[in-house]
């Protein structure tokens, strides 16, 4: 089992930035792929980044490329997705989301979830 609490959402201008944090439980977060994803108003959940169990590999979605970045810190069972250049359509719940059975950006793949925590991205 592993749980999952994101924080560091809030509002925040066009043009700024906020580092994400998930915290995580478990001894065996070394072995988990991280994620984050969002939901926006009236839309789909939507895959934003993941890295590998070991962070040597990342995959970071097109919409928040070259904005975006997610690290993860191992003794600390944390996974950070720093973001800049927030444009208001970056405004959504993000969620922290745990995989066992390695990399990917499918969000069915992976097996435990956060609570989520809101960006709000005001013009």
């Known amino acids: 089992q592993v749980q999952l609490v994101e924080s560091g959402g809030g509002l925040v201008q066009a043009g700024g930035s906020l580092r994400l944090s998930c915290a995580a439980s478990g001894r065996t977060f070394s072995g988990y792929a991280l994620g984050w994803f969002r939901q926006a108003p009236g839309k789909e959940r939507e895959f934003v980044a993941a890295i590998s169990p070991s962070g040597s590999s990342t995959y970071i979605a097109d919409s928040v490329k070259g904005r975006s970045t997610i690290s993860r810190d191992n003794s600390k069972n944390t996974v950070y997705l720093q973001m800049n250049s927030l444009k208001p359509e970056d405004t959504a719940v993000y969620y922290c989301?745990?995989?066992?059975?390695?990399?990917?950006?499918?969000?069915?793949?992976?097996?435990?979830w956060g609570q989520g925590t809101l960006v709000t991205v005001s013009a």
């Open positions: 989301a745990a995989a066992w059975r390695g990399l990917g950006t499918d969000q069915y793949k992976f097996d435990y």
